[in-house]
């Protein structure tokens, strides 16, 4: 059916790793997002991109990193300079043709543990 | 700046009370403000659109531009309504949102 797949769900990392976080849509959406969520502090914006090989910076950038080389792809890339990774990560999707919709479909969301 | 502030962070009530979920923002022009809800053990899921007035599981929200608000209300509140809820405002650029804190929703039987 079609969605929004994140993996891996739970994922663990030694200090100074870096960890991918993939994200897959299939519904033809145009713009892509990635939040980070973490408790009493809602949803915070890392990267977004509204078209394919073009990204922008979030408000919580510093030490994430993405890549946009296909549409349906926007993986998230979580560096060791990240001071603080432990958190659960959300990718959502848009579709920007849609007359005033500006809704946005999420992913199930893959929670990052820096051990 | 666009901002987005929902002061509670819990809210308790009892089944069959009201319930209201503040929100205020602050935008200088135009909003476009959504609630979004996340039940235990599922994805983030939108509940409702300011531009749409409508109800939905017997929810609604009305923008007060005056107030900068977007609160959310219900009359009788169900065990099945437990979530967090976001607020959320479009922000000019990229079709992002910009989410509050969050206020975590509990209905006791």
């Known amino acids: 059916d079609g969605g929004i797949t994140q993996s891996p769900k739970y994922l663990f990392r030694k200090e100074g790793q870096n960890v991918t976080l993939s994200c897959e849509q299939n519904l033809n959406h145009d713009a892509m997002y990635w939040y980070r969520q973490d408790p009493g502090q809602g949803l915070r914006l890392i990267y977004y991109s509204q078209i394919v090989n073009d990204f922008q910076k979030g408000d919580i950038a510093e030490g994430y990193s993405v890549s946009r080389e296909k549409k349906e792809s926007f993986p998230l890339t979580v560096t060791s300079a990240q001071k603080n990774p432990t958190a659960f990560y959300l990718c959502a999707s848009r579709d920007r043709g849609s007359s005033g919709a500006n809704v946005l479909t999420f992913g199930a969301g893959s929670r990052l543990t820096v051990l | 700046a666009q901002r987005v502030t929902q002061p509670e962070k819990l809210l308790s009530v009892f089944k069959g009370a009201p319930v209201e979920l503040k929100c205020n923002y602050s935008?200088?022009?135009?909003?476009?403000l959504f609630w979004y809800v996340q039940y235990s053990r599922q994805r983030l899921q939108l509940l409702l659109r300011?531009?749409s007035r409508e109800s939905i599981k017997g929810f609604t929200a009305d923008l007060n531009k005056g107030e900068t608000s977007f609160h959310l209300k219900k009359p009788f509140a169900q065990e099945e309504d437990s979530a967090m809820y976001y607020c959320a405002l479009k922000h000019d650029q990229g079709g992002k949102l910009i989410f509050g804190q969050g206020t975590e929703l509990s209905v006791k039987p």
């Open positions: 935008y200088s022009g135009s909003p476009e």
């Open positions: 300011h531009i």
